[in-house]
């Protein structure tokens, strides 16, 4: 097994967080350093991470209603409140992307790093699905620019063209409307910026569904274990 999936078994971190790792030097096979991902391990092997021993473990997979007001770390030392403080889980656990601290909805979290590669690799294209509230009323050449791509602000100061996206009208109420917005990508708060380009700040934002995994009645702050079927959904999801 390459070293970077195994350390993602173990859960020590994502795929590409561990050959960060590795590439810095803070992996030890047998008691030398290795710097080269790729470095071919089994479970005979003794492999350090920043000096600590690391073995497989019991993989754990959460589905948490994650409520606005929390943020989406494990541990945030300026934070008020973190995804751990509400599951209290004996395991390390991580998420599988983000959610920013105004949004609420559905969030996995898991110590099995395989899973969390699948699901935010940009070549699986696995849908999320959020229910947003916007300022005015959404026009239908604005749906469709939505739905087309929009050219979005990044973080370094550069644009993003983001990828067509499933968009459709829910209810149309004074002074807002109530979109159901599909999208296969992860940006930065992408659908917060797609809807301020097209002139309709987002006033409330929740996901409702990754890929086919959904659950309406996990109120927020709850949480519940994923299930078997679940799970193997997931990891054959595209």
């Not at 003794?46 to 770390?73: C, F, M, R, W």
């Not at 030392?77 to 209290?88: E, G, S």
């Not at 947003?132 to 929009?150: I, N, W």
Request: charged share 30%; net charge positive.
């Amino acid at each position: 097994m390459r070293l970077q999936k195994y350390m993602a078994h173990c859960g020590v971190a994502s795929r590409r967080k561990a050959e960060q790792m590795i590439a810095e030097g803070r992996v030890q096979v047998n008691g030398e350093v290795v710097t080269f991902p790729g470095t071919q391990v089994s479970e005979a092997d003794e492999v350090k991470v920043d000096g600590q021993s690391i073995a497989p473990e019991q993989h754990v997979y959460i589905l948490l209603n994650k409520p606005k007001g929390v943020v989406s770390t494990s541990s945030d030392r300026h934070a008020d409140q973190t995804l751990l403080d509400l599951i209290h889980a004996k395991e390390r656990l991580y998420s599988v992307g983000r959610l920013d601290k105004e949004t609420s909805g559905l969030l996995i979290l898991t110590n099995d790093g395989d899973l969390t590669f699948q699901l935010t690799h940009p070549s699986r294209h696995v849908t999320k699905t959020y229910r947003c509230t916007v300022r005015g009323k959404v026009s239908a050449s604005e749906v469709k620019q939505l739905r087309d791509g929009v050219s979005i602000p990044m973080d370094d100061g550069s644009r993003y063209q983001t990828q067509s996206a499933e968009v459709e009208v829910v209810k149309e109420n004074r002074g807002s409307t109530v979109l159901t917005i599909r999208i296969s990508e992860g940006k930065k708060r992408q659908v917060r910026k797609m809807c301020a380009e097209v002139g309709h700040p987002v006033i409330h934002l929740e996901r409702k569904a990754i890929g086919s995994l959904t659950d309406p009645s996990i109120k927020p702050g709850q949480w519940r274990y994923l299930t078997k079927e679940e799970i193997e959904r997931l990891k054959a999801e595209h």
